[in-house]
């Protein structure tokens, strides 16, 4: 177990270059599965959850190795569907349901454990079932796996339409249907810009797949695929983490390496608040004001202003002047940060799925703990805006998500100290994907 020590107040300052997308990667990792071959993936973020991934892939019989600059090989030709991967490694991460898809496209059988991931409502995963069984799929459920088939016949083109906009059913359906017999179209669908990554790496492979990015998506199914080299987009969720980083700090940052607009719901709440918003080609500076003026946002499927994004923006309104409300639109449970944010001095009072914040001037630190991924980035935001030291634990849940996060903090400024409690193994795991990729951390400009 490790956690950081913060000694805050202090503004976060410079340069920081974003890394691949998370959530995007870990749908193209199993989406190599689609074909036998050798397949390069790049800008890959160096997170435990890319880790678990390789983890589960080496168990269905592929070949991998740790990223290395971003870099990774994927080699799926001896992959193969009978060994479901073990329950702990499937439960440690929510994006686990992708190998049904994929394995299900590709060789018509998975068996796979409930996904895990972080605890921010019940998250059910009954839209990526309806479309496995309307492309013709048998799905059950056995001693807590789902196990999804169609061993023999094709899959079958359809029309599926989605009851709520799911990004991980829209990338799953996707997955299972490029192999599949004739047209399948998926109405309803997320738009995120991962689902256009997908897409495109699914198309590099040999797929046909056309509108993602719409509410409508069309695969034309393929007999078979090749492997690909793919480049990742970069995360606009770290991106937006440092943006609000450095406003909660009174800071001057600079985002490298980005879409700009895939930030342009964050950038124009930030603006809306306060903050002064650069942006061109590939980087974005955020360049906060003396205090943030409190703004309402919901948070909505994209092109709203995303969910993952709340628990920090929470942070920067908690400090900001008057009154905000923030409203959760995608989850039903996603402000279990707010009650250790309020150990440090915050006024937010939760009603049901709406969050009150009376900005005060000062937060202080105190001993928090991370309870998942975005949640844990807020305690860390909360930490460096604070008078005096924040301690936060549980940094696995961090870990999981922002590569070299407090290397990353450390070069931009911030008073920030790792600290391995115990001697468990997964802690020096962590060392080793930490030191990967020392040329993506940051260049620094004072400004
Ligand atoms: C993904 C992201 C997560 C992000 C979320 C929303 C990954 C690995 N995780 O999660 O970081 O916060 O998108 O942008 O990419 N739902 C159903 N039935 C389903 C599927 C979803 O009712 O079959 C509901 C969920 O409970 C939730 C909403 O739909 O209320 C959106 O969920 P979804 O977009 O599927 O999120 P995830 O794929 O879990």
């Known amino acids: 177990m490790a956690e950081l020590i913060i000694n805050g107040d202090k503004p976060l300052c410079g340069e920081v270059t974003i890394g691949g997308r998370k959530n995007s990667a870990v749908a193209v990792i199993p989406a190599t599965l689609l074909a036998a071959g050798t397949n390069t993936l790049s800008n890959l973020p160096a997170i435990s959850d890319i880790s678990t991934y390789n983890e589960i892939l080496r168990h269905l019989g592929a070949v991998t190795q740790e990223p290395s ?88 083109g359809t029309h599926i339409y989605l009851d709520v906009a799911s990004v ?44 993602a990015g719409t509410d409508t998506i069309k695969i034309h199914g393929v007999r078979e695929m090749q492997p690909t080299n793919h480049a990742i987009i970069p995360d606009e969720i770290e991106a937006a983490t440092y943006a609000i980083a450095g406003a909660a700090t009174r800071g001057d940052v600079t985002l490298m390496n980005i879409v700009p607009k895939h930030l342009d719901a964050v950038t124009a709440k930030l603006g809306e608040a306060g903050v002064r918003v650069q942006e061109n080609g590939d980087w974005v500076r955020v360049v906060a004001p003396e205090r943030p003026q409190a703004v309402s946002l919901k948070t909505l499927p994209y092109p709203g202003f995303p969910t993952d994004a709340m628990p920090p923006m929470t942070v920067l309104l908690s400090l900001a002047s008057g009154t905000s409300m923030v409203s959760e639109g995608v989850f039903e449970n996603r402000f279990d940060h707010v009650e250790e944010l309020q150990r440090m001095g915050t006024n ?44 936060v634990s549980s940094i696995e849940h961090v870990d999981r998500g922002y590569e070299h996060f407090d290397e990353k903090l450390k070069a931009l400024g911030a008073d920030i100290t790792r600290v391995h409690n ?22 620094f400009r004072q400004s």
Request: aromatic share 4%.
């Open 69 to 156: 600059n971003g870099v990774m090989r994927v080699d799926t030709s001896k992959a193969t569907p009978e060994k479901s991967p073990p329950m702990e490694m499937v439960k440690t991460i929510r994006a686990s349901y992708y190998l049904l898809g994929a394995l299900l496209g590709r060789f018509g059988y998975a068996r796979v454990g409930f996904p895990g991931g972080c605890n921010i409502g019940q998250r059910p995963i009954d839209q990526h079932l309806k479309g496995f069984k309307a492309l013709g799929a048998e799905v059950r459920t056995d001693h807590g796996e789902v196990v999804v088939e169609s061993r023999n016949s094709r899959l079958q």
């Open 168 to 211: 991980g059913a829209t990338i799953n359906i996707m997955l299972a249907a490029v192999l599949a017999e004739g047209t399948t179209v998926i109405e309803n669908v997320a738009r995120e810009p991962h689902i256009v990554d997908v897409a495109s790496c699914l198309n590099s492979m040999g797929a046909r797949v056309v509108g």
């Open 348 to 391: 937010v009072r939760v009603e049901g799925r709406t969050a009150v914040i009376e900005g005060v001037e000062r937060l202080h630190g105190t001993s928090v703990r991370a309870t998942n991924l975005r949640a844990g980035a807020a305690l860390v935001i909360a930490g460096l805006g604070a008078e005096g030291e924040t301690v």
């Open 422 to 443: 115990g001697d468990d193994e997964d802690d020096s795991a962590d060392d080793s994907t930490d030191g990967d990729d020392p040329g993506q951390v940051v260049s």
